[in-house]
């Protein structure tokens, strides 16, 4: 099999499953608890939130565990909006976003809340002019995706940052689920707040995450109870998942760069192979993360493509796995200008370092046969 | 520009007379231990300065470590540059703008070891100010107290440029004014009184009375921690642990509650005193400040101290708890210290102690314990290991758990 759906989530690391077993088994202690044996869980915990923020480049005490993008995002927008109330009811955030950042402010519109939706241009990006219009006195949130999970497009995270110090009260939340060992994000002097991760999507078990709150940034919990994570996010710790999560992050982290390198190669492979068939439209833009592709074949359905890639083994999705079952329209694909029938042929490739450029061959070999016969079938 | 060497200056040395010359060596000694793993650099004591050259070694990295060495007043990084007016003018001008302040004034001070070079101090400075005048504004030269002191010494092998000076630790070198016993409970205070004793240039060895089950192995840990947190300035600290479970549980039984701490720190203090005469000890201290507890009264501490008269030294004495507090953060011991795991000082802690016990009803209590087997005893199970900075329990499961990471 050849999964290209590393969007979706990602096949487990053999050594990070390691380490979820062996904690899991030997270290099940409660890191609250006053034994020692607790005690230990405990540094187990401690030093999974060490590498992670050193990793990063943060502080130790500005990152809390949750249990994935999902969790990061209701509390980032829902933690604000319970911490802020009082000074204001109007959150910003865009057409793109995920459907647990876009689910969550519908929630909040039903409570009297009011959002703002930029639109995004041809490249997938805000304007910032509209974001600065869309600025008001009782704006408590900016919501903004770092990379969209269905087209791999950017957002200008430093400008929208730069235009964001003249309002130091406004939280800047970033979804940065698909950004991770992708894109450089450089939290401590970026001007962003929240940051939301999700585990499963860098080669960590599934039901992990973290988000980066900024020192001196207040979130009200969602969780309440035993006091876990300062108080923030109660919840006996997930230590197995959070420890086999470090490593995850370490192993993406390291030597990130040539990783990204590697990646952006293999999509580079595949954008100039897939532009050279005169009904396939390239729907990522130039300026896109490295891992992310997003195509269609004109007239086609994305599903289509989907099936009879898997039929050959090869695991592509039509866009985000959240919204593929459902029928949505490929929203992103529209926002972006294109057309109900276009964006209804988008079909998503999402790589990840442990891709190979022989699996791009295979791909490649693949696609070729089933362009031939939609070609005959048409 | 690379900084090519850092310049030490001695703190109260130079006022030391006759032992300057052992005060120096002992600072040159700890400024070697603490630099032991650049293996490229240069250390060369003299008079009164210390100069370490860097050979290609990190500039942060040792200065980061200078900063923890007592007996250190002062040290400024170096930049060397080829011998040429030209580049000693870029050089200068560039270090000026890196610490640039509006309106700020600066002196250029040169010293010239080469006789040879073509210009003299005078010329130099001349020139040099002239330079830094014309291109940056504002700023003004004063030769008395200016902002930035710009040192320009011309050497055989270039010219060596500095203008930041930063602080050092101050204080003794540790090791100068001989070696004390420092009573080690695992609160907030202990520790910070013996930073100060380290400070003014003692060697301490911790001694911490551990009661088990009543206190628990993570007090013990904590204890070892905070140590490991003190021999950042030392080197390593000698951890002397007391078995105090059965004289606690003696106290308990014959001794009423009111008097029980009281005669709890006695017998602290007469086993701290006894293991300071094995080795040789000069003092005690402790992390008492008048007044904060009942233990900590004048008339406890007239009670308590006289089962000795080894000096008792106090260096938290006349100092408030939240000073005390913000030296155990700047020392990085407050987070460590808050942890709640009850230590021997609490865990039969009367509800309430007398705060004026008398020393006539003291003696009298004791009648009813057997003082010299309960010592002979406790000094029978001391356990006694050395600590160093790397020593601690976050560094220790970091190890045993590496692979998981």
């Known amino acids: 099999m050849i999964y290209f759906d590393n969007s979706a989530t990602t096949e487990i690391d053999e050594s990070v499953l390691d380490s979820y077993l062996h904690v899991s088994r030997k270290h099940y202690g409660n890191p609250s608890s006053l034994h020692a044996f607790g005690e230990e869980t405990a540094n187990l915990l401690k030093q999974s939130r060490k590498q992670i923020a050193s990793l990063l480049q943060v502080d130790e005490e500005e990152i809390f565990f949750t249990s994935g993008g999902t969790e990061g995002d209701n509390w980032a927008i829902k933690g604000t909006a319970i911490e802020k109330d009082t000074f204001g009811k109007h959150i910003i955030s865009t057409t793109i976003e995920h459907p647990a950042v876009t689910k969550s402010l519908e929630q909040l519109e039903m409570t009297g809340w009011e959002v703002t939706y930029l639109s995004v241009d041809e490249d997938g990006q805000i304007s910032l002019d509209d974001l600065k219009k869309a600025i008001r006195k009782d704006t408590v949130l900016v919501s903004i995706m770092a990379v969209n999970n269905e087209m791999g497009s950017l957002q200008p995270l430093d400008e929208i940052g730069d235009l964001l110090k003249a309002y130091p009260s406004i939280h800047f939340h970033v979804d940065a689920v698909q950004a991770i060992g992708k894109i450089d994000l450089s939290l401590a002097e970026s001007r962003i707040d929240i940051a939301v991760f999700s585990g499963h999507k860098f080669h960590a078990p599934k039901g992990t995450g973290f988000i980066y709150l900024k020192k001196g940034r207040q979130l009200a919990p969602l969780m309440s109870g035993g006091g876990q994570e300062s108080g923030k996010r109660s919840g006996t710790e997930n230590v197995p998942g959070i420890v086999a999560m470090a490593k995850a992050l370490r192993l993406l982290l390291e030597e990130s760069t040539d990783k990204q390198a590697v990646v952006r190669s293999l999509k580079d492979e595949l954008t100039s192979y897939l532009s050279g068939f005169n009904k396939v439209t390239v729907f990522t833009p130039a300026a896109s993360a490295p891992h992310i592709l997003c195509f269609g074949v004109r007239a086609i359905r994305g599903e289509i493509i989907v099936h009879a890639l898997e039929k050959k083994g090869i695991i592509v999705s039509t866009t985000s796995a959240c919204s593929s079952k459902r029928k949505t329209k490929a929203s992103t694909v529209m926002d972006m200008g294109y057309s109900k029938n276009e964006a209804e042929s988008a079909v998503r490739i999402s790589l990840s370092h442990v891709n190979t450029l022989e699996e791009v061959h295979q791909f490649k070999a693949a696609f070729d046969d089933i362009y031939n016969q939609l070609k005959e079938i048409e | ?405």
């Open chain 2, 1 to 405: 520009m690379e900084i090519t060497e850092i310049l030490v200056r001695y703190g109260e040395l130079s006022t030391k007379g006759k032992n300057r010359k052992f005060f120096i060596k002992k600072l040159h000694r700890n400024v070697r231990l603490k630099l032991e793993s650049f293996s490229k650099l240069k250390i060369a004591a003299n008079r009164d300065r210390l100069h370490i050259t860097l050979n290609g070694e990190d500039a942060d990295a040792v200065m980061s470590r200078l900063r923890d060495i007592f007996g250190v007043s002062s040290f400024s990084p170096v930049v060397r540059v080829d011998k040429s007016i030209e580049e000693a003018k870029q050089a200068v001008v560039h270090l000026i703008k890196e610490n640039f302040k509006d309106n700020m004034t600066f002196r250029i001070n040169t010293k010239r070891a080469d006789h040879d070079f073509e210009y003299d101090t005078n010329d130099l400075n001349r020139i040099l100010g002239t330079v830094v005048e014309e291109s940056i504004q504002p700023l003004s030269v004063r030769m008395k107290n200016p902002d930035l002191d710009v040192r320009v010494e011309v050497r055989l092998d270039g010219i060596f440029i500095s203008v930041e000076t930063l602080d050092g630790a101050g204080g003794l070198p540790v090791g100068t004014a001989g070696k004390g016993m420092l009573m080690m409970s695992g609160g907030i205070d202990s520790p910070v009184a013996g930073y100060l004793s380290l400070k003014r240039g003692m060697e301490i060895e911790a001694v911490h009375f551990h009661s088990p089950p009543y206190t628990s192995p993570q007090a013990l840990q904590k204890a070892k921690d905070l140590t490991s947190k003190l021999a950042k300035y030392t080197g390593d600290i000698t951890f002397i642990e007391v078995p105090f479970t059965e004289i606690q549980e003696a106290i308990k039984k014959h001794i009423p509650e009111d008097y029980s701490m009281t005669i709890t720190r006695r017998m602290m203090l007469r086993l701290t005193d006894k293991i300071r005469g094995k080795r040789n000890g000069l003092a005690i201290m402790n992390g008492e400040s008048l007044g904060q507890v009942a233990s900590q009264t004048l008339e406890s501490m007239l009670a308590i101290n006289e089962v000795t008269a080894t000096p008792i030294l106090r260096p938290l004495i006349s100092m408030d708890k939240n000073d005390i507090i913000s030296i155990a953060r700047d020392i990085d011991t407050f987070d460590l210290a808050i942890q709640p795991y009850e230590d021997c000082c609490t865990v039969f802690a009367p509800s309430k102690p007398k705060t004026k016990p008398k020393l006539k009803k003291v003696k009298e209590m004791e009648g009813s314990l057997d003082i010299d087997a309960l010592i002979t005893n406790a000094l029978s199970g001391l356990r006694i290991e050395s600590i160093t900075q790397d020593d601690n329990s976050e560094n220790l499961s970091e190890e045993t758990y590496e692979s998981l990471f």
